[in-house]
């Protein structure tokens, strides 16, 4: 399957600090790529999708100032934590998927990074 | 919304088969998927069925989907203590690629 990488793996910031994660899709063109949350025990909740060259749609009630998307290319996305506070730490996946060559997304896998985790001080 | 549920926790020996449900909530669902992640790690795309389908085999995993209950589960044959993890069922439908996931059910396997 594909392979979709994260950087950094872990961070500790100092709250009111902000921190930008990396998403990359590292062998495939990724037209789309989603950004989850997963707290402790819990399941993943969509933060926002974002399409290359566009703005992202962020999910309803996720502050789209406080967690700014970026996907300039079709291989790289970040996310960017402003003004990080202790309530933001939290595991931050990201997934990425494509279109096929015929432009057609068959059954819409997207392929997810191994998770950022995020500890605010 | 839409939804997706699950049981929380499975205890299984190994050798023993595993069986994890999921409901969903989406007349228009297109694919359901299962993942498997492991602590601290990604998720891994474990299998997926297509709407229309009512079972799927492949290898050691048997999807079978009961689409007038939206009923969906996941058999593990001979379980083993690698597989030992938490499994997501999600619903992927429409055209946006947006997957809903449900709680995710921790299986553990005991010696």
């Known amino acids: 399957g594909a392979v979709v990488s994260q950087h950094p793996s872990w961070v500790i910031c100092k709250s009111g600090t902000s921190v930008k994660i990396e998403c990359r899709s590292l062998d495939f063109q990724a037209t789309t790529m989603f950004w989850y949350r997963q707290f402790p025990k819990q399941s993943l909740m969509l933060m926002a999708t974002?399409?290359?060259?566009?703005?992202?749609?962020?999910e309803q009630g996720v502050e789209k100032d406080k967690f700014l998307i970026n996907h300039a290319s079709l291989t790289l996305s970040t996310l960017t934590v402003t003004s990080a506070h202790p309530e933001d730490s939290s595991f931050y996946i990201c997934?990425?998927?494509?279109?096929?060559?015929?432009?057609?997304?068959?059954?819409?896998?997207?392929?997810f990074g191994p998770g950022t985790r995020l500890t605010v001080l | 919304g839409e939804d997706v549920e699950q049981s929380l926790f499975l205890s299984v020996r190994e050798g023993d088969s595993s069986v994890i449900n999921c409901t969903y909530t989406?007349?228009?669902?297109?694919?359901l998927y299962w993942y498997k992640q492991e602590p601290g790690a990604g998720l891994q795309l474990l299998t997926y069925?297509?709407?229309?389908?009512d079972m799927k085999q492949d290898q050691r995993l048997t999807v079978l989907l009961n689409k007038k209950d939206k009923h969906l589960s996941l058999r593990i044959a001979d379980t083993q203590t690698g597989d030992s993890a938490i499994y997501f069922c999600a619903d992927g439908s429409g055209n946006t690629g947006k997957l809903i996931f449900g709680q995710g059910t921790t299986l553990q396997v005991k010696p």
């Open positions: 989406d007349s228009s669902s297109t694919y």
């Open positions: 974002s399409n290359e060259g566009s703005k992202a749609t962020y």
């Open positions: 997934s990425a998927s494509s279109l096929t060559s015929g432009g057609r997304q068959i059954y819409n896998e997207q392929f």
């Open positions: 069925i297509f709407s229309n389908m």
